[in-house]
């Protein structure tokens, strides 16, 4: 946060952070869906592979430098927060706006393989952070051995999507644009939402923090908005282009990568941080945050194995659980 100005001028200067960092976001969105769309046609690679994991990570990648960063700041609420809000956005809100421009179809494969996955992983990491759950005098954290745990899950999760580019072929004969093009236009995208990420986070966070809320407040609210921006716009711009797969596939893609190398790769390297070697403390939740990212998940599973479509009307299913949820972590956190 900047320090040594007067609050009228760190008004400004954060809410021009904060418009410039959604033009980015927009903008890159729009480019990065047309690059990595055409990547997938010139290499005759499933959509929902690409979206599974170029678009997946590239859109995780703000998330991951919010990570590192904060784990070596000795904040362990903004690592939770951060990735525990942007999983629950990303279903609730991300979703929830697709379905509101058109009835997402779900494939066979998605709701089989990927969708019990991303359950799966969603599952070990409520686990992980609920000690307390299982014993009273605990203190809820997630270790470095249970990172360790996180990561070989998602091994098997990587090991699915190599076996998933070597036996499958994208058979459509949509024209696209040519290869060189498609990768341009791919890392201008990739670039355009980690820049943007960066400033409306930065202008939400020094917004936030000028209102003196309470720390997992923002990092379940703003920094987690922030860094899951990339997501929503994406996703968007995918549904309205008719990208389905890739609409789908980012966010279960997204919410995994969420949990493997957002949360799982920096604690299992560096544990806590400077601050604490053994893992990060999750001090400043409540059982609530993790039922709702539970619930949301299994949500998720139920409306895309049911009948293989998330409609309009399970999209406002997502977004009213997502006004009630934060309307009430907004309401507590103010009153911290």
Request: charged share 10%; net charge neutral; with cysteine.
């Amino acid at each position: 946060m900047l320090t040594g100005l007067p609050i009228s001028l760190l008004i400004v200067i954060y809410i021009i952070a904060l418009i410039a960092g959604f033009l980015l976001l927009i903008k890159g969105a729009d480019i990065f869906v047309e690059g990595a769309s055409s990547i997938a046609g010139n290499l005759k690679v499933p959509k929902m592979l690409i979206g599974l994991t170029i678009v997946a990570f590239g859109t995780s990648a703000p998330e991951f430098a919010v990570s590192i960063s904060s784990i070596f700041a000795g904040k362990g609420d903004i690592v939770l927060g951060n990735v525990i809000g942007s999983n629950i956005l990303n279903i609730l809100l991300i979703l929830g706006c697709a379905a509101m421009v058109h009835t997402l179809k779900v494939k066979p494969n998605t709701s089989s393989k990927e969708l019990p996955m991303m359950l799966l992983m969603t599952t070990i990491l409520a686990v992980t952070i609920g000690d307390h759950l299982f014993d009273p005098t605990a203190t809820n954290m997630i270790t470095r051995g249970e990172a360790i745990v996180i990561l070989l899950f998602f091994s098997v999760f990587l090991y699915y999507l190599f076996g998933m580019a070597r036996g499958e072929k994208d058979k459509s004969k949509d024209k696209y644009m040519p290869m060189n093009k498609a990768i341009i236009y791919t890392v201008l995208g990739i670039i355009g939402i980690v820049a943007g990420s960066q400033f409306a986070v930065n202008g939400a966070s020094g917004l936030a923090q000028l209102a003196h809320v309470s720390e997992a407040m923002i990092a379940l609210t703003i920094v987690a908005l922030g860094t899951s921006l990339p997501e929503l716009v994406t996703s968007v711009m995918a549904t309205r282009k008719g990208e389905y797969d890739l609409a789908i596939g980012n966010v279960i893609g997204s919410n995994i990568f969420n949990i493997g190398v957002v949360l799982g790769i920096p604690i299992a390297i560096f544990g806590g941080g400077s601050v604490n070697h053994v893992g990060i403390a999750a001090t400043g939740f409540e059982w609530y945050d993790i039922a709702v990212m539970l619930l949301s998940a299994i949500l998720l599973f139920i409306f895309g194995a049911n009948d293989r479509q998330i409609s309009k009307k399970e999209g406002i299913v997502f977004l009213v659980l997502f006004v009630v949820y934060y309307a009430y972590v907004i309401v507590t956190g103010i009153n911290v």
